[in-house]
T-cell receptor
Framework: AQTVTQSQPEMSVQEAETVTLSCTYD???????LFWYKQPPSRQMILVIR??????QNATENRFSVNFQKAAKSFSLKISDSQLGDAAMYFC??????????FGTGTSLTVIP | ETGVTQSPTHLIKTRGQQVTLRCSSQ?????VSWYQQALGQGPQFIFQ???????GRGNFPPRFSGLQFPNYSSELNVNALELDDSALYLC?????????????FGPGTRLLVL
């Protein structure tokens, strides 16, 4: 069974600084997708970034980038130039075949002005 | 906005009752998945429907059931409600089953069981 672990229940960052959220996962599959989703207080899950396991290059989306270490089964999210609007719960997710997601327990990010 | 809507936004039920939650996907989205998110936890996969057939199920009992309709709407039904069923219920839709497709989440229905 796939499991996703986020070991940081809470993180904080000063506005304009950089923060890294950690995620590890366990799987026996060789091909899969990994995601970071953001869930603000409005509750709607918003896709932040996606990584295909077969791609060695780390995904980037503007201020968001990942450090994907397939052998270590590690998938961390780096947020650069943090903004107040980045404050939210962040979930790491593993997608198995058939578009079925497994989520971690989340990291609550606070951005300090 | 993801184009996925859910109703109602909030709901209060008592133990033993039955509840139906609804999700409306974007036109052309043939896949819908339902998730249960308990307070302080990540979403847990309940089941998935593809073209009106169940296509996978998580570790949830049979009293959790679903339906998907040709008009891209779907339902999650929960019978014999228990206190632990109190949670945020999310639906997510996509065009098909391919992993590279983006899933779009709705805002969720908050269910409280007393």
């Amino acid at each position: 069974a796939q499991t996703v672990t986020q070991s940081q229940p809470e993180m904080s960052v000063q506005e304009a600084e950089t923060v890294t959220l950690s995620c590890t996962y366990d799987t026996s599959e060789s091909d899969y997708y990994l995601f970071w989703y953001k869930q603000p207080p409005s509750r709607q899950m918003i896709l932040v970034i996606r990584q295909e396991a077969y791609k060695q290059q780390n995904a980037t989306e503007n201020r968001f980038s990942v450090n994907f270490q397939k052998a270590a089964k590690s998938f961390s999210l780096k947020i650069s130039d943090s903004q107040l609007g980045d404050a939210a719960m962040y979930f790491c997710a593993y997608e198995r075949v058939g578009n079925q997601f497994y989520f971690g327990t989340g990291t609550s990010l606070t951005v300090i002005p | 906005e993801t184009g996925v809507t859910q109703s109602p936004t909030h709901l209060i039920k008592t133990r033993g009752q039955q509840v139906t939650l609804r999700c409306s996907s974007q036109s052309g989205h043939n896949t819908v998945s339902w998730y249960q998110q308990a307070l302080g936890q990540g979403p847990q996969f309940i089941f998935q429907y593809y073209r009106e057939e169940e296509n996978g199920r998580g570790n949830f009992p049979p009293r959790f059931s679903g339906l998907q309709f040709p008009n891209y709407s779907s339902e999650l039904n929960v019978n014999a409600l228990e206190l632990d069923d109190s949670a945020l219920y999310l639906c997510a839709s996509s065009v098909g089953l391919a992993e590279e497709e983006t899933q779009y989440f709705g805002p969720g229905t908050r269910l409280l069981v007393l």
